[in-house]
Each structure stands twice: as structure tokens, then as C-alpha cells.
């Protein structure tokens, strides 16, 4: 009979051990499961974050400019509304996948941009200068008179301040898929 109950001490003991084990592994498997899925959120968030693109812009004077690039559907109908500013040295660059004659608006904007066309060698073949922001429906809309395939949004007066005319031409290199 003692030996009947030290047996079944050492199951209980058996079965307790393992149980702790068991917990201890799910505990080290939950462990990993939340690592894993926070590394997975942090990188979608890095992923979102990086994801707006930026190219170096350089004029035909030697100045130089950052511009955000709008690429998607959703980045070109987005543009800079709802921004507060844009400083001298920053810049949208709109890209098409073909020349056409595209048209903006300044629909939600807050301040006055100069907008220029460019054809697919990157050469200005329209200039909007000091667009202001649309106050009442309906909104102008402003074109070119002919196609074009990039269009550059800078800081009002830029156009001037640099001295940019018909048929410069702008360089500027773009990310591999975009080119």
C-alpha cells in the first residue's frame, strides 16, 4: 500500500510537472505569436511610412528642390490639398504613364502654387504661375494646350524667383518603376 501511494505520488508529481511545462511552452509560444505579429505591424507601419517617394529636382539655374512624388490614382487626385505650405525647396511631382493634356484644379487647397507641364524629355511646355486656392464651386481647371507627362507643383513665385520658361528643361531621375 505505500508503495501503491508513492507511486501515485510520483504520477501526480509526473503529471504536475508536465502540466507546468505545457504551460510553460504555451507561455513561450504566446510569447513568439505576439513578437511575430508586432514585427509584422511595425513593418507595415515602416512599409506606410516609407512608402512616399522623393526625388531630387534640379533646375536649369543649379537649384536644386525636393519633390514628392504621385504616382497612384490616389496620390495624383490627393496632390497638396489640405496642406498648410510648401517651402521653396520642396515640389510635387505628378507622373503619367503616357503624355495627354492633364488637368488640375485647386480644389481644397490652401495657398498659391505655380504648376508646370512637362513632355517626356522632362522640358516645361506650360506654366501656370501664382494658382491661387479655390474659394467657390465651381473650380477652374487649368491645362495645357498640348500633352504632357509630368507636372510639377512648386511654391508660388518659384517659376520666377528661377527664371523658368518654355521649353527648359528640368532634370531629375526617377525610382525603377516609374522611369
Known sequence: MINDLSFIK???????????VLKLRNF?????????FLS???????????????????????VSLTAELAVTDEERQLGLMHREKIDSDQGMLFIFEEEDRYSFWMK????????????????????????PPCKNLPCPSYSPPIP?????ELKAGSSDKNNLRLYDRLEFIL???NQ
Open 10 to 20: 510520483e504520477k501526480e508529481m509526473f503529471t504536475m510537472r508536465r502540466g507546468m
Open 28 to 36: 513561450h509560444n504566446l510569447k513568439r505569436l505576439l513578437f511575430s
Open 40 to 62: 509584422i505591424f511595425i513593418f507595415a507601419l515602416t512599409f506606410v511610412a516609407c512608402s512616399k517617394k522623393f526625388v531630387k529636382v534640379f533646375l536649369p539655374n543649379g
Open 108 to 131: 481644397n487647397m490652401k495657398f498659391s502654387i505655380d504648376m508646370l507641364w512637362l513632355d517626356r524629355e522632362k522640358r516645361i511646355v506650360h506654366i501656370e504661375r501664382n494658382v
Open 148 to 152: 504632357a507627362m509630368y507636372v510639377l
Open 175 to 177: 525610382p525603377e518603376k
